[in-house]
């Protein structure tokens, strides 16, 4: 299997060398040149394994200059019990219709763990497999939670160092803790004076100079990005939704063919295009929703065929969702219609913020996609109702979506995917509960007020913070030579 650009611009390449590199030559998202397809007996097959085989089995199907012991020694080692505890991605059920998928028992309780526990690992190994000598550094610009997770991912993984810039000012404090108290010896974590988009502009700045590309191979490294449009973070996402479908088989829910509805709370797009992917390879899925907070651009898009990020942004108690860009659409755009038309959206996104695509392509995602939003109240709502009707806890990107997937339910089960703990979230969370709008800033408190009113346990990682001391205290100026002094350090 090969991968190309969705714009058209690059030679085919592996999967190994797709991950390596990231993003295309011309700007493009690399996509798989066709969708491999699987039997009933594969799905079969997946219900009797343990997540770590079904995700090499789905792996294999894509990534197949791999070997198969290379994808199962990935996915044991990303998906170990120390990490994510004895059920990777447990689906629980809240009744007869609504069905949910946790993905966030991972070592930073948000869903990113998934993808990015096993993405360095297939980095890792993609690096022998195209006789890489160099060191890979991977540099990550971050507003709180990618960087957690990445530093999580990437800690102590052979031929790779990983550095992580976040505004000083612009994450909270306990995303502050998380990134300073890390571990591992080729992790590095520094501040910066300036907010999240001047860390990703000197981010960007120092990825485009070629002198520093010189110097740095001079010492024996090359720049990569954990960037969630590499392929890499794209496909492990693919097995979240088989095994769902396995597991609901399992429980009886659902015979083997029967269709399911899934729904998404969504941002960039990433996790509910991997779900659609599912589809196509012939899991039973009937459609898919595609759930936002109020930055409703998909919602919009879904409902008009015009994507228009010209308008307000708003920030949300559902952060992670808070995007006008969702640069996987990319690839569904492409999936649809090809590369010649995605190269022209591109293009007219970026100069204008705005496309709109033809009415037989705004049909055929219709047929597919329902586009939902719910608002701060909504959302709030029912994380209350939720707990009340089901005594379940959820967080606020996972209420979002929950509220689309009762707007918008049938008589077939819907699976929702909940990306994070609600202990992550926790303020927002209790607030939602309570009803009282200021729980202060003291995180840990709030966690143990959470915990004695609803009694859902604390994940270990998040309590285990409160003992933890700062390795990393370094803060520089926000241009690109003292974010770069940093690197060189570093990378010595
Ligand atoms: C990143 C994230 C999302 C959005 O996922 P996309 O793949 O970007 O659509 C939703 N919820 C949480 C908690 C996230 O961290």
């Known amino acids: 299997m090969y991968y190309i650009s969705t714009r058209g611009g690059s030679e085919k390449k592996t999967s190994a060398r ?44 894509y990534l197949t200059d791999y070997t198969y012991d290379e994808l199962l020694s990935a996915a044991t080692d990303a998906y170990k019990e120390e990490s994510f505890g004895k059920y990777a991605a447990p689906v629980k059920s809240l009744d007869k219709t609504h069905k949910v998928l946790e993905l966030w028992h991972g070592p930073t309780c948000a869903f990113k763990d998934m993808a ?34 990445a530093l999580e991912g990437y800690k102590d993984v052979d031929g790779v160092k990983i550095m992580v810039f ?10 502050k803790l998380q990134m300073a108290s890390q571990e591992g010896e080729n992790v590095n974590v520094c501040a910066i004076k300036g907010n999240f988009d001047d860390a990703q502009t000197g981010v960007k700045q120092i990825f485009s100079d070629t002198n520093i590309a010189k110097e740095l191979d001079e010492k024996g ?47 960039n797009f990433g996790n509910i295009f991997a ?78 913020g705005k496309y709109e695509v033809s009415a037989e392509v705004r049909e055929k995602i219709a047929s597919e996609f329902i586009g939902c939003f719910a608002s701060e109240d909504e959302t709030k709502q029912t994380i209350a109702e939720t707990f009340e009707k089901h005594s379940y ?51 840990f408190r709030i966690l143990r007020e959470l915990n004695a009113k609803t009694g859902a346990a604390v994940p270990r990682p998040l309590a285990a913070l409160e003992n933890k001391t700062r390795r990393f205290t370094t803060s520089v100026g926000k241009s690109k030579d003292e974010m770069f002094a940093e690197v060189a350090k570093f990378a010595d």
């Open 221 to 267: 490294y090359f720049l990569s990005s954990a960037n969630s449009i590499n392929w890499g973070r794209l496909a492990p996402q693919i097995v979240y939704y088989f095994s769902a479908y396995c597991d609901l088989m399992n429980a009886g829910d659902i015979t083997l063919g029967d269709e399911i509805d899934v729904c998404v709370p969504t941002g």
């Open 393 to 443: 806890l959820i967080d606020t990107h996972t209420a979002v979506a929950l509220f689309a997937a009762k707007k918008n339910a049938t008589d077939i089960p819907v699976v929702t995917a909940s990306t994070a703990s609600p202990y992550k979230f926790a303020a927002d969370v209790l607030s939602a509960l309570t009803g009282n709008r200021d729980n202060g800033n003291d995180f």
């Open 18 to 61: 797709v991950i390596k590199q990231g993003l295309a030559e011309d700007g493009g998202l690399f996509v798989p040149e066709r969708i491999p397809t699987v039997s009933k007996d594969f799905i079969k097959k997946l219900a009797e394994e343990d997540y770590a085989h079904r995700a090499a089995d789905v792996l294999s199907l």
């Open 275 to 352: 779900a659609y992917l599912a589809k196509r390879m012939g899991l039973p899925v009937r459609r898919f929703i595609c759930a936002s907070n109020v930055n409703n651009v998909l919602t919009d898009f879904i409902n008009t065929g015009i994507y228009d990020r010209n308008r307000q942004f708003h920030t949300t108690i559902s952060p992670s969702m808070d995007i006008l860009i969702s640069s996987n659409l990319e690839r569904l755009l492409w999936l649809i219609q090809g590369e010649e038309k995605t190269a022209e959206f591109m293009k007219l996104l970026k100069e204008t």
């Open 166 to 175: 976040y505004p000083e000012d612009g994450v909270s404090d306990i995303q």
């Open 116 to 149: 990015l526990q096993i993405m360095p690992r297939l980095l890792s190994t993609a690096l022998k497999k195209t006789g890489e000598k160099r060191t890979a550094l991977i540099l990550v610009a971050t507003s709180g939670d990618t960087g957690k997770a």
